[in-house]
Structure formats: structure tokens, C-alpha cells
């Protein structure tokens, strides 16, 4: 592990800080970081097999992606609050239980993110509150349709797939 001689801030922004970190070590190295604040990817399970995915435009990849519902944790949200909160926005759906699968780091080698898995049960109807910028639609299908699905389309929301897979084989018993 290396020291840190300094760090600035080059961009801050609506989500994202960029950080670039000289270290002091045999020689000066320069580690670009990316900061997050976390987000929060929830499962949602109408019954053992059948669960809520959406299909949501992504700007970044120009593409629409089958995914589960995700967001970004916000300042002073605890991740469980963020996964509720999240849940009910994108798909009008409360939960009555939320059990924290695990939690990964999508990008290591340079962000700082964290993503929080739900799964997400006992859902009752409540109110979708998209927000301005958000274009999906809810689609409900069984857990190996969902699997089947992602796989045949060969390029994939990698929380989803991991939130999928974890869920079948260690939540519902298989394996």
C-alpha cells in the first residue's frame, strides 16, 4: 500500500467526484479514483418463482437494459432506507420484507462504488414516482425466464445477473 503525498478534486458532480491521488512510493504514481456514494440494487419477489424486472433506457451504453430496480444512495440515506425508497419509485411497489443478499464493487481498480443486493418480498401496490429523466417499464417473468433471457442477450446489467443467480441458487434452494 502506498502512501499519499496528495489528492485533489479535478471534477465534482451530480453523482460522481473525480479524485486524482499522487502516491509516494519508489516513484511518484498517479491514481485516477472515481468517488460514489453507493447505490442499492433490489430484487423484487412476487412469489418464489415470478419476480419485477424493468426495462430501462441507459444513456451511457445508448441502450435498453432488463435490470432490476437500482438507485444511488443519497446523503444521510442508509442503504436499506435508499433499497425501500428505490423499490417504491421505480416500480409503485412497497415492500413488507427486505433481506440484504450482499454487497459488491462493480469497478474496483478505480471507483469507489459499492452496490447494496435486496431482495425484496410481501410487495404491496403503492405509487410509481419516476423521476424526470427515467424511462422504463415494469415486466414481470419467472426467475429462469429472467436468467434465460439475460443470457441470450449477451450483454448484461452485471447487478442483475449476480442479484439473479444468488437469489436462485442460494435463496430459493438450488444447487
Not at 435508499?82 to 462493480?106: Q, S, V
Amino acid at each position: 500500500m502506498s502512501e499519499i503525498k496528495e489528492s485533489k478534486i479535478i471534477y465534482s458532480g451530480r453523482v460522481v467526484r473525480l479524485r486524482i491521488d499522487y502516491l509516494k512510493d519508489r516513484k511518484i504514481k498517479i491514481r485516477e479514483v472515481v468517488e460514489h456514494p453507493g447505490a442499492v440494487a433490489i430484487l423484487p419477489v412476487i412469489s418464489r418463482d415470478r419476480i419485477l424486472l424493468i426495462n430501462q433506457y441507459r444513456y451511457p451504453v445508448g441502450k435498453w437494459i432488463l435490470e432490476v430496480p437500482a438507485g444511488t444512495i443519497k446523503d444521510g440515506e442508509s442503504p436499506d432506507e435508499c433499497a425501500l425508497r428505490e423499490l417504491e419509485e421505480e416500480t409503485g411497489y412497497k415492500a413488507r420484507i427486505l433481506k440484504k443478499m450482499l454487497t459488491i464493487y462493480p469497478s474496483p481498480g478505480y471507483s469507489t462504488e459499492s452496490i447494496h443486493i435486496y431482495v425484496a418480498s410481501g410487495l404491496e401496490k403503492s405509487t410509481q414516482k419516476l423521476e424526470e429523466d427515467e424511462e422504463l417499464t415494469i415486466i414481470e417473468m419467472g426467475v429462469d425466464e429472467a436468467i434465460e433471457e439475460l443470457m441470450k442477450r449477451n450483454e448484461v446489467d452485471g447487478k442483475t445477473f449476480l442479484a439473479l443467480l444468488y437469489y436462485k441458487y442460494l435463496y430459493q434452494g438450488y444447487g
